[in-house]
């Protein structure tokens, strides 16, 4: 079994759970600024459900896919989580997070490069 595709696909389903908790159970009771910060959290969140899923898929066993699986999935908790958490609380200090989850996303990101270049290599 792989267990980044079960981590993808349960991230992919509560991405789509989000997005349909914030189009539908924020409607009216939140402004519109926070709700374009829910939006972006479930956008990004479902990005990363899918890089993840790409990974597991694509370059099995490789250990820089560990790698960005790992770091996408950080980037979730810490980049969408505390943009969800400040979409539905208000409370400004939850930001300070944020950038160390778009950092995460991007070693991620370079981790998966890494690995996609050990492919061709």
Not at 29 to 51: I, R, W
Not at 53 to 80: D, H, K, P, Y
Not at 90 to 105: E, K, N
């Amino acid at each position: 079994m792989n267990g980044w595709l079960v981590v993808a696909a349960v991230n992919g389903f509560l991405a789509v759970a989000a997005g349909a908790f914030g189009a539908h159970g924020l409607r009216g009771s939140h402004d519109p600024q926070s709700m374009s910060v829910f939006e972006t959290a479930a956008l990004y969140h479902m990005f990363h459900a899918l890089a993840i899923g790409i990974a597991a898929v694509a370059l099995r066993g490789s250990g820089s896919t560990n790698w960005a699986g790992w770091f996408f999935l950080i980037g979730i908790v810490l980049f969408c989580g505390s943009l969800y958490l400040l979409a539905l609380t208000g409370v400004r200090g939850l930001g300070i997070v944020t950038p160390f989850g778009g950092l995460a996303f991007l070693v991620g990101w370079a981790a998966l490069a890494y690995a996609a270049w050990k492919t061709v290599q």
